[in-house]
């Protein structure tokens, strides 16, 4: 059985964790060799503050004096935490509930990203346990990725929005009946659709729009990203957008990185134009 990781926190991971059972993310470093990984950026919630913790990493103009902001983050492969944060006014077993469904998605989400890696011949992500002594109401596990998911705000967005929408409805993204792509396929379109179709942009409305471009982009990755580095992909012009900078943005037009945008709408038009 595989050791479990020792957790560290950071000076930049924040000290007050205030209860959110929605999925939340932070970079962290790689191992030591005592097998001890620093979590090297806030405990965060949405995607755009992950993408804008990247951002600040990896741009000069937001490095002060000689030292990185958020440095460690490990770029030979994506290394995240996916936390939730319980509320200590609950009952136990309410807690429990919790966690086993916490867990349930992100194995889930997991396999989704599997299915999809696995059919475009990319590395397949794995998901670790890991033990911390940071705070009993912080619940946590590691995935570990390709660099692929680096490469981009907009690789990185999607990556954890396929994770997000699992661990928030885990009867529809039920492990037991996803076996395939055509499994997952059909999972994406049954998702929120008990709800209102006039949602606006949430995890429902960024998955409907998403979704149908996500095996493409895969597969077509290298043309997407043909002759760009990780580290110059996050130094577009004005990339402040970054901020808010994500995979709904590439597939609705309107990022602000416009080579990787014009080659994505290249790819739409040869793909999906009859």
């Known amino acids: 059985m595989t050791k479990p990781i020792k957790l560290i926190k950071g000076p930049q991971a924040g000290t007050m964790l205030f209860a959110d059972a929605n999925v939340g993310w932070a970079f962290c470093s790689k191992p030591n060799a005592a097998n001890e990984s620093t979590i090297v950026t806030p405990l965060g919630y949405c995607r755009e503050s992950l993408t804008t913790f990247m951002y600040n990493h990896m741009s000069p103009e937001c490095q002060t004096g000689h030292e990185e902001i958020y440095s460690g983050i490990d770029k030979s492969k994506l290394r995240l935490v996916a936390r939730i944060i319980l509320n200590s006014t609950h009952t136990l077993t309410k807690r429990e509930n919790q966690v086993e469904k916490f867990f349930r998605g992100l194995s889930t989400g997991v396999k989704i990203l599997n299915i999809l890696e696995e059919r475009n011949g990319w590395i397949l992500t794995k998901l670790h346990d890991v033990v911390h002594e940071i705070d009993p109401m912080l ?42 792509f055509e499994d997952v396929d059909k999972a994406m379109s049954l998702y929120g659709r008990d709800q209102s179709n006039n949602y606006g942009l949430d995890d429902r409305g960024y998955i409907h729009k998403v979704w149908p471009y996500v095996d493409t982009i895969m597969k077509e990755y290298r043309f997407l990203f043909k002759g760009t580095l990780i ?30 945008s014009n080659r994505f709408e290249e790819l739409k038009k040869k793909t999906y134009c009859n």
């Open 231 to 260: 580290k110059s992909s996050w130094k577009i012009s004005g990339a402040a957008g970054y901020r808010h900078e994500g995979i709904y943005k590439l597939v609705s037009g309107t990022s602000s990185d416009k080579k990787i």
């Open 139 to 180: 619940v946590v596990k590691m995935l570990v990725g390709s660099s692929r998911w680096l490469k981009t705000a907009h690789m990185l967005s999607l990556f954890c929005l396929l994770i997000r929408v699992a661990t928030r409805d885990p009867s529809t993204f039920s492990e037991k009946k996803i076996e395939k």
